[in-house]
């Protein structure tokens, strides 16, 4: 499966914004979505994700609270909406589309990845 993610771009503290994953390709609908985050200078962190109906989610603790993963089969998009966003939430974001059934946190377990999109917080 092929991913575009959009939607970022450079917001104030507090902000809200929505980032936006588009698959292609085989069937979107039977993979697990996830989002993940790398800050220049640190290891990519994961974010959240999302069963293939949408059923059941998963945050990462820094997160929780704050952003919601959702996911559109019928659009073969996966969002996230991030709201009072802080100036530690600065990263690339990426979507990824996992290589099992089961929801994970691990990077390992997700074969496929957009481009990653820029979300810039400003204090």
């Known amino acids: 499966v092929q991913l575009q993610a959009s939607g970022g771009g450079l917001v104030q503290a507090r902000d809200s914004l929505r980032l936006s994953c588009a698959a292609s390709?085989?069937?979107?609908?039977?993979?697990?979505m996830a989002w993940f985050r790398q800050a220049p200078g640190k290891e990519r962190e994961f974010v959240a994700a999302i069963s293939w109906s949408g059923g059941t989610t998963y945050y990462g603790d820094s997160v929780k609270g704050r952003f919601t993963i959702s996911r559109d089969n019928a659009k073969n998009t996966v969002y996230l909406q991030m709201n009072s966003l802080e100036p530690e939430d600065t990263a690339v974001y990426y979507c990824a589309a996992g290589r099992y059934s089961y929801i994970s946190n691990r990077a390992d377990d997700f074969g496929s990845w957009g481009q990653g999109t820029q979300v810039t917080v400003s204090s």
């Open positions: 390709g085989r069937t979107f609908s039977n993979n697990v």
